[in-house]
């Protein structure tokens, strides 16, 4: 079975006996522009053209970090299921209408949200920028999507799956693509 197939088969079972708030959490490293790798939790929206898909505005950290080095790992963790999957690959931004599309899905705080703040950046008057926002959702119409509130697209180059075992020898499979082709190895717990 292909990687991105296994991925789905367990991203459903873990979905269908989730109990978290947000089951879609996912890490984001990326590499830090000082270097230092740099990780947050993102929401992974799904997988299309067989690549991972994440939201968020361009201008942030991780928007950032994506320009200047696009390779990027996501580890999944899921509770439930006691699953881990670990991919690393290459991030591209995604098309104008897929981010108009994911935008559109979002609730009307989180629309609020990404059209007036700069995420990650320093503030000094939080209630007054929370002002703002509220503003914004009262006005009940439309929200356009700002210009620097996108997505990336991350290609996997290798997928790790792993099912955590009760006498710690965990079954650990990596997928790479070696010259075009999935290539599977079993490795060690």
Known sequence: MEPIEIFRRWFNEELKLSKARIPTAVCLSTVGIDNFPNARFVSFKEIFDNSFIITGPLNSRKGIEIENNDKV??????????????IQGVATKISEGLADKYFKERNVNSQAVSSICEQGQEIDNVEQLEKRVLEKVLEQSKITRPQNWSGFSIKPTRIEFMEFKKSRFHDRKLYEIVKGEWNIKQIQP
């Open 73 to 86: 790992a996501l580890t999944f963790w899921w509770t439930e299921t006691e699953r881990q999957i670990r």
